[in-house]
């Protein structure tokens, strides 16, 4: 009898698949392969970036190569892929009143799933494994209710790209922009002209849900994302002076400028390094962080630990109003940067809509930062429309929430 090779693809098991996951995970670089590439260390825990999630399920494919016998012979994990369901935002609606005239703007929510973290081998690529695992995994959400599935990838990462779009059936959804800085050796300066406050879970969902339940992406369960231990807590800019009294009494009546930001530890849950650089870059880089820890009162900007394993604190639920706000959330962001001075990240990292006026006060480094592609699949075609229509043809609005929990 010859000799038979099939890909099964089943639910990834903790107890027996860790080890050879992570090999996998190793080889596999994310996003473009040019000069210099970026690889992702999940720290044993190759679930972690989905089990914050309501639902969850992370598949592998297994290559099983049976002998001329028919019996097993040898078998080995090629590839893997997690997805998560949640419910979100997709649009907004106006409330009635009984006499018929809108009234206040309501969020639409439906049932959305994700895809992320799918890895194929380099030695077994364009032999179907990936499209195989996709298949399965939409076949879960689907089995879940789930509406829509969507994916982010790098615009520039044309296998990826190209298998979505195309084999697929995804469409080119919204092109949000991650914003990455270094995290300095020195503490940046925060203005003394606002006040900070940390808000406590309770309150801070009163506000994001009073105020960011109609930016689209917002997750309905807002404070499951509050009462994470991963979520290092929400921070509100107010002017100086200005006593805080509780969420109900700040919603009634808030001040002319205010700025609201969230800080998420991505830090412990995995690590990422940037490979293939040359000696001069990885040496350059040293230098300057060896300058800043010496002379921190010069507050020379030092590139960041990228060429070893480092971490990220994500800053997410961004925004706030009036004239001062985009400086308010500057402010914040300088707050945010010494937190993860304090907690040895790397860098910080928040994702911002395209359209975000956010995205020109928020600090950055160019060549660090990119644009993120996020597409589309609407799953069930007999999917009622309901009050906001297909989504996918729905334009950009100014803000999206973007989940910390997938990024
Ligand atoms: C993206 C990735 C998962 C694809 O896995 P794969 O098993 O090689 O993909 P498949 O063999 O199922 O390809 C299906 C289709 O996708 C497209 N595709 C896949 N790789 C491609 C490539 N390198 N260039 C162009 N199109 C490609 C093709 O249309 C292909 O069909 P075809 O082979 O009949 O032409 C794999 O390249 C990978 O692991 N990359 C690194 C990690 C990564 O970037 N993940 C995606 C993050 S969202």
Same mark, same amino acid.
């Given at each position: 009898?010859?000799?038979?090779?099939?890909?099964?693809?089943?639910?990834?098991?903790?107890?027996?698949?860790?080890?050879?996951?992570?090999?996998?995970?190793?080889?596999?670089?994310?996003?473009?392969?040019?000069?210099?590439?970026?690889?992702?260390?999940?720290?044993?825990?190759?679930?972690?970036?989905?089990?914050?999630?309501?639902?969850?399920?992370?598949?592998?494919?297994?290559?099983?190569?049976?002998?001329?016998?028919?019996?097993?012979?040898?078998?080995?994990?090629?590839?893997?892929?997690?997805?998560?369901?949640?419910?979100?935002?997709?649009?907004?609606?106006?409330?009635?009143?009984?006499?018929?005239?809108?009234?206040?703007?309501?969020?639409?929510?439906?049932?959305?799933?994700?895809?992320?973290?799918?890895?194929?081998?380099?030695?077994?690529?364009?032999?179907?494994?990936?499209?195989?695992?996709?298949?399965?995994?939409?076949?879960?959400?689907?089995?879940?209710?789930?509406?829509?599935?969507?994916?982010?990838?790098?615009?520039?990462?044309?296998?990826?790209?190209?298998?979505?779009?195309?084999?697929?059936?995804?469409?080119?959804?919204?092109?949000?922009?991650?914003?990455?800085?270094?995290?300095?050796?020195?503490?940046?300066?925060?203005? *003394?002209?606002?006040?900070?406050? @940390? #808000?406590?879970?309770?309150? &801070?969902? +009163? =506000?994001?849900? %009073?105020?960011?339940? !109609? $930016?689209?992406?917002?997750?309905?369960?807002?404070?499951?994302?509050?009462?994470?231990?991963?979520?290092?807590?929400?921070?509100?800019?107010?002017?100086?002076?200005?006593?805080?009294?509780?969420?109900?009494?700040?919603?009634?009546?808030?001040?002319?400028?205010w700025a609201v930001m969230s800080?998420? *530890?991505?830090?412990?849950?995995? @690590? #990422?390094?940037?490979?293939? &650089?040359? +000696? =001069?870059?990885? %040496?350059?880089?040293? !230098? $300057?962080?060896?300058?800043?820890?010496?002379?921190?009162?010069?507050?020379?900007?030092?590139?960041?630990?990228?060429?070893?394993?480092?971490?990220?604190?994500?800053?997410?639920?961004?925004?706030?109003?009036?004239?001062?706000?985009?400086?308010?959330?500057?402010?914040?962001?300088g707050f945010a940067h010494n937190?993860?001075?304090?907690? @040895?990240?790397?860098?910080?990292?928040?994702?911002?809509?395209?359209?975000?006026?956010?995205?020109?006060?928020?600090?950055?480094?160019?060549?660090?930062?990119?644009?993120?592609?996020?597409?589309?699949?609407?799953?069930?075609?007999?999917y009622s429309d309901g009050s906001?229509?297909?989504?996918?043809?729905?334009?950009?609005?100014?803000?999206?929430?973007?989940?910390?929990?997938?990024?």
């Amino acid at each position: 009898m010859a000799e038979e090779v099939v890909v099964v693809i089943r639910e990834y098991n903790p107890k027996t698949d860790d080890e050879r996951v992570e090999q996998v995970e190793s080889s596999c670089e994310v996003g473009p392969n040019g000069e210099l590439s970026l690889f992702t260390d999940l720290l044993g825990d190759p679930i972690c970036r989905v089990r914050n999630s309501p639902a969850y399920l992370m598949l592998v494919a297994e290559m099983v190569n049976k002998g001329g016998d028919g019996k097993e012979e040898k078998k080995e994990i090629v590839g893997m892929i997690r997805g998560c369901i949640k419910t979100v935002t997709c649009g907004t609606k106006f409330s009635r009143t009984k006499f018929g005239d809108s009234h206040k703007q309501l969020p639409v929510f439906t049932k959305l799933a994700y895809i992320l973290g799918l890895r194929v081998s380099p030695f077994r690529r364009r032999m179907g494994i990936g499209l195989k695992l996709v298949h399965r995994m939409e076949e879960w959400f689907g089995n879940n209710g789930a509406e829509y599935s969507y994916i982010a990838t790098d615009d520039a990462n044309e296998p990826s790209v190209s298998l979505f779009t195309g084999k697929c059936g995804y469409t080119k959804f919204r092109n949000p922009s991650v914003l990455v800085h270094p995290v300095f050796a020195h503490r940046l300066t925060v203005s *003394n002209r606002v006040t900070i406050v @940390k #808000l406590t879970p309770p309150d &801070a969902e +009163k =506000l994001y849900r %009073g105020c960011f339940s !109609t $930016t689209e992406f917002f997750p309905r369960d807002i404070d499951s994302v509050l009462n994470n231990h991963l979520n290092l807590g929400t921070f509100l800019a107010l002017p100086k002076g200005y006593i805080w009294a509780g969420s109900d009494k700040f919603l009634s009546d808030p001040p002319e400028n205010w700025a609201v930001m969230s800080v998420w *530890n991505c830090n412990d849950v995995f @690590k #990422l390094e940037v490979k293939g &650089a040359s +000696k =001069l870059r990885k %040496g350059f880089a040293k !230098t $300057t962080r060896v300058l800043d820890r010496a002379f921190p009162f010069l507050r020379l900007p030092s590139l960041p630990k990228v060429f070893s394993p480092f971490g990220l604190h994500m800053l997410y639920g961004l925004g706030g109003s009036g004239p001062l706000y985009t400086r308010y959330a500057k402010f914040l962001f300088g707050f945010a940067h010494n937190l993860a001075k304090e907690c @040895k990240c790397g860098v910080i990292a928040t994702e911002l809509s395209s359209e975000d006026p956010l995205k020109l006060a928020i600090p950055h480094w160019k060549v660090l930062s990119f644009t993120d592609l996020w597409c589309i699949k609407r799953l069930g075609e007999d999917y009622s429309d309901g009050s906001v229509g297909d989504w996918r043809k729905s334009q950009p609005g100014l803000s999206i929430f973007v989940d910390p929990r997938e990024f």
